[in-house]
Nanobody, 113 residues
Framework: EVQLVESGGDLVQPGGSLRLSCAVS????????VGWVRQALGKGLEWVSR???????KYEACVEGRFTVSRDNAKNTLYLQMNSLKAEDTAVYYC???????WGKGTLVTVSS
């Protein structure tokens, strides 16, 4: 059974940092296309970044240079390091397996002073 479980969401001040984790089971992150998607209140879904099995990563322009995706193959876990956070980064963040449409339940990131 495919499962993705996000953690790490929190309240952080503008300019701060957070690292989200996504523990995966039922497939191998090192050989799958995975990514992070976010949804702000009242807005649509937005792909933040995608990583393919070969490790190639694409970022949405609005997070380029601030967010970094990585994975730990031994732990079968995906990460999203978020730096220089802005109020507009406030959203529920989901990790997802691109093929098959599998998603986690999300973790809330709130950027506010």
């Amino acid at each position: 059974e495919v499962q993705l479980v996000e953690s790490g969401g929190d309240l952080v001040q503008p300019g701060g940092s957070l690292r989200l984790s996504c523990a995966v089971s039922g497939f191998t992150v090192s050989s799958s296309a995975v990514g992070w998607v976010r949804q702000a209140l009242g807005k649509g879904l937005e792909w933040v970044s995608r990583m393919n099995g070969g490790g190639s990563i694409k970022y949405e322009a609005c997070v380029e240079g601030r967010f970094t995706v990585s994975r730990d193959n031994a732990k079968n876990t995906l990460y999203l390091q978020m730096n220089s956070l802005k109020a507009e980064d406030t959203a529920v963040y989901y990790c997802a397996k691109v093929e098959g449409g599998y998603w986690g339940k999300g973790t809330l990131v709130t950027v506010s002073s």
